[in-house]
């Protein structure tokens, strides 16, 4: 029997990457929601859908919604004459990336790499953090005008993921250069023309740079990540070279900024409900609790996207192969139906854990943990090395559509 369909809603007003939607992204996806849970954007030509069922019911439906949209983009877009090869180059990198890619061969990746997490470089890593954090708390001025993303969090999880990975200290500044070129491409800014170049800039030099150090710890396997993914092996498969530069270049891309923007994300949060600091710095909330909330709250990962791999009423619409979908989890975590009081930041909600801040299902992220860790060791921190914090400075946050961060955090401080 033919399966009965309904005619999506259509809404040609939408801007999802426009200045209300970056600035405010749980009040213009909440009333997007109200219209339908699911809807069709003409201008992004994607659905864009709102609701928690929906996505849950998306992340769990591999057989309809697919992660590989980068071969078929390649396929699509890059196979002409006229191609610049370094962008095809890049594009073959991020193919190779674990979250853009179904089973079987997403399965044999994460298996593989998982080894590698689980490994004993990845124990011990509170102390490690602890200290990392310590670094950089006590070079922070003890008073004056400071930039909590500047000076604090992205020096904190660009150290982080180095230590982990094993990138020597003194490279560590290179980071945020090609951070900033494939940026823009990986974090779907829908309106950068020159994303392309600078993607292929960005992917070639960090994939170089990947190479040496890959051919360092052949050599000489040391106590870190990348030793573990060269190692990393079942009875008859290992990574191949491709296969470990495009895990580090993930890891280094999913680890820094996304922990990054978790924590400058809470502090603003905690800026604007003062009430909520004076619950963190009285002790009266469990700091994986407030975590948790933060992470619901206002999480660093907005939405994921999915390629509609067959035609499909799944999610109540009638989508058609080869449409995007972007799963707008910022809105899931805000959905009525299921958090009460959603947009209010509630430290010790009694937690059921539902937030799908770390994604859900198949690709849910592989850094939970160590994101987690963290964010509870800087966020207090940050109040504990400041008695007295104020906003001090516009905000501008970066247009993004799948990540949710602040270019910076300007506020006066005060030991
Ligand atoms: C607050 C910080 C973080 C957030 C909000 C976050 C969010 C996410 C989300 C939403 C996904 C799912 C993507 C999808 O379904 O398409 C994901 C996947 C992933 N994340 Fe994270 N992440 C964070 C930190 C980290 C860290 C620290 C690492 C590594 C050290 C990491 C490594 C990964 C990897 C490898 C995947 C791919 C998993 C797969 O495809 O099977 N993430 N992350």
Same mark, same amino acid.
Request: proline share 4%; charged share 25%.
């Given at each position: 029997m033919?399966?009965?369909?309904v005619?999506?809603?259509? $809404?040609s007003e939408?801007d999802i ?7 405010d992204p749980h009040?213009?996806?909440?009333r997007?929601?109200?219209?339908a ?5 003409t201008?992004s ?5 709102t609701g928690?069922?929906e ?6 439906d ?5 992660s590989d ?5 390649i &396929?699509k877009?890059l196979?002409?004459? +006229? ?6 180059q890049a ?5 190779n990336w674990?979250?853009?890619? +179904?089973?079987p061969?997403?399965?044999r990746l994460?298996?593989? #790499?998982?080894q590698a997490?689980?490994s004993?470089?990845m124990?011990?890593l509170t102390?490690?953090?602890e200290?990392l954090?310590n670094?950089?708390i ?5 008073a004056?005008?400071?930039d ?16 982990? /990975?094993?990138?020597?200290?003194? +490279?560590?500044?290179?980071f945020?250069?090609w951070?900033?070129l494939?940026g823009?491409v990986?974090?779907a800014s829908?309106?950068?023309a ?8 960005g ?5 170089n740079?990947?190479?040496t150090?890959i051919?360092?710890y ?5 106590d870190?990540?990348l ?10 498969d290992?990574?191949?070279e ?8 993930l890891?280094?891309?999913?680890g820094?900024?996304?922990t990054?923007? /978790? ?11 003062p009430?909520?600091?004076?619950l963190i ?5 469990k700091?994986t609790d $407030?975590?948790?909330?933060f /992470? ?7 939405a994921?996207?999915r390629?509609?791999r067959? +035609? ?11 449409q995007?979908v972007?799963? #707008? ?7 009525p139906?299921?958090f009460e ?6 430290l010790?909600r ?10 859900y299902?198949l690709h849910?992220?592989m850094g939970?943990?160590l994101?987690?860790?963290e964010? &509870?060791i800087a ?5 504990g ?6 906003l ?10 799948l ?6 955090l300007p506020?006066?401080v005060?030991?």
């Amino acid at each position: 029997m033919e399966s009965m369909t309904v005619q999506a809603p259509t $809404a040609s007003e939408l801007d999802i990457v426009g200045t209300e939607a970056i600035r405010d992204p749980h009040g213009y996806f909440g009333r997007m929601r109200e219209i339908a849970p699911v809807l069709w954007d003409t201008r992004s030509r994607s659905w864009i859908v709102t609701g928690y069922q929906e996505i849950t019911a998306a992340l769990r439906d591999d057989k309809h919604f697919s992660s590989d949209r980068i071969r078929p983009f390649i &396929a699509k877009k890059l196979s002409g004459p +006229d191609t610049d090869p370094k962008v095809k180059q890049a594009f073959e990198v991020l193919a190779n990336w674990l979250v853009f890619n +179904d089973k079987p061969k997403h399965l044999r990746l994460r298996m593989l #790499i998982n080894q590698a997490f689980m490994s004993k470089a990845m124990t011990r890593l509170t102390e490690k953090f602890e200290a990392l954090f310590n670094d950089v708390i006590t070079a922070a001025p003890a008073a004056g005008r400071i930039d909590i993303v500047a000076d604090v969090s992205v020096p904190f999880s660009a150290s982080v993921i180095s230590e982990m /990975l094993g990138v020597p200290r003194e +490279d560590r500044g290179l980071f945020a250069k090609w951070h900033r070129l494939f940026g823009p491409v990986v974090g779907a800014s829908l309106d950068d023309a020159n994303k392309y170049d600078s993607l292929a800039e960005g992917v070639s030099e960090l994939s170089n740079y990947v190479r040496t150090l890959i051919e360092r710890y052949r050599k000489d396997p040391e106590d870190n990540l990348l030793s573990e993914l060269i190692k990393a092996q079942d009875d008859k498969d290992a990574l191949s070279e491709d296969e470990i530069i495009a895990t580090c270049t993930l890891v280094l891309f999913a680890g820094s900024e996304t922990t990054a923007n /978790l924590i400058a994300n809470a502090i603003l949060a905690l800026l604007r409900n003062p009430e909520q600091m004076s619950l963190i710095r009285s002790g009266g909330v469990k700091i994986t609790d $407030a975590v948790e909330e933060f /992470l619901r709250f206002d999480g660093s990962g907005k939405a994921v996207t999915r390629v509609v791999r067959e +035609d499909t009423d799944a999610l109540g619409v009638s989508m058609k192969a080869g449409q995007r979908v972007f799963l #707008i989890l910022a809105a899931a975590n805000h959905d009525p139906s299921v958090f009460e009081d959603p947009d209010k930041l509630v430290l010790n909600r009694s937690w059921e854990r539902k937030h799908i801040a770390f994604g859900y299902g198949l690709h849910s992220c592989m850094g939970l943990q160590l994101a987690r860790l963290e964010a &509870a060791i800087a966020i207090p921190g940050i109040l504990g090395k400041w008695s007295h914090i104020e906003l001090d400075g516009e905000l501008e946050w970066h247009p993004q559509l799948l990540s949710r961060g602040l270019k910076a955090l300007p506020v006066k401080v005060s030991a």
